[in-house]
């Protein structure tokens, strides 16, 4: 099957593993020359919270949760890393439940492979994922990589 596009969905907690998760996206799409679909999933509250911290003007104009993940500083740093392997990539952004939207997204993408990342578990926790590693593993339309912290 050869891949034609590839969703790599981040959040709060990826910042410190984005090294790993472009890796995992190069590895995927590179010999495929697939697309990436870059996108940060924000809960009602994350993207409230990021749209304060950005310093965006909410009432003198619209801002889409697009505007929003490209300068969330986790997704500039995997555009960067995929622009210097020559990888296509595009950003998205959402607003919802993240294992709920980071299905949703694999939807309207259209995505062949999902990337997400998790943390470290404790001796009782690795028996079991993170819920949205393990929403997202149980609903995706395609096959999951699971990215986790080193």
Do not use: W
Request: aromatic share 4%; with cysteine; net charge negative.
């Amino acid at each position: 099957m050869t891949l034609k596009s590839v969703l790599v969905a981040v959040g709060p907690g990826d910042a410190e593993r984005a090294e790993e998760i472009a890796e995992a996206a190069i590895e995927v799409a590179g010999p495929a020359d697939a697309t990436v679909s870059l996108a940060h999933v924000f809960t009602d509250d994350e993207y409230q919270d990021v749209l304060d911290q950005l310093e965006f003007d909410t009432e003198l104009s619209e801002v889409s949760a697009d505007d929003t993940a490209k300068r969330h500083a986790t997704i500039r740093s995997l555009s960067g890393l995929l622009e210097e392997q020559g990888i296509r990539y595009e950003i998205r952004g959402a607003v919802g439940p993240h294992g709920e939207t980071i299905v949703d997204l694999a939807d309207e993408t259209d995505a062949d492979r999902v990337i997400v990342g998790g943390r470290k578990r404790s001796p009782t926790g690795k028996a079991v994922f993170g819920s949205t590693a393990q929403h997202v593993m149980l609903n995706s339309p395609c096959p999951v990589t699971f990215v986790r912290e080193q």
